[in-house]
């Protein structure tokens, strides 16, 4: 028999992401930054995209986009608060006794709970909601003030 050698040979890539010292390869490095720059690019595209066909097609015209339906929930619980800020606000009299209940520390912690309300559920409210949302804070706010 004879001894053929085969000839294939292999090829050893080091695939380790970190040097023995510790620092992470200078390769790695390069690859991670050629990575963010077309991630970049890519959400800058997409950005762009977004931009001109917003701006194109008005929001209540773009096809498959759902608008939020109305929550006479969400509206009752707006006004719930709206209400009882307005109450501590001096709007209505205490039945006890007949003068106007004022107490401003209430009427803060109300009007910043409505305030909450609204930066959580932006985009999320049906335009009559957000109107109604809006309208009370701003009377609210300026009975405060």
């Known amino acids: 028999m ?3 050698k085969s000839e294939d040979s292999f090829k050893v890539i ?17 690859e991670e ?17 977004e931009t001109s066909t917003a701006a194109a097609v008005p929001q209540d015209e773009v096809p498959g986009v759902e608008q939020p339906k109305r929550s006479a929930a969400f ?3 707006v006004r719930m608060l709206g209400s ?18 004022i107490d401003p520390d209430a009427a803060r912690e109300l009007i910043d709970m409505l305030d909450a309300l609204h930066e959580k559920t932006k985009g999320n409210l049906a335009p009559e909601e957000d109107s109604i949302l809006l ?3 701003g009377k609210l706010k300026l009975t405060y003030l």
Request: aromatic share 4%; hydrophobic share 40%.
């Open 33 to 49: 930054a050629r990575e963010a720059v077309k991630e970049a690019e890519v959400a800058k595209k997409q950005v762009t995209k």
């Open 135 to 137: 309208d009370l804070l």
């Open 14 to 30: 080091d695939r380790r992401l970190f040097t023995e010292e510790g620092e992470l390869r200078k390769e790695i490095a390069e």
């Open 2 to 4: 004879s001894e053929h």
């Open 84 to 101: 009882n800020a307005a109450m501590v606000l001096g709007a209505y009299a205490d039945p006890r006794t007949g003068q106007p209940m």
């Open 75 to 77: 509206e009752n619980l």
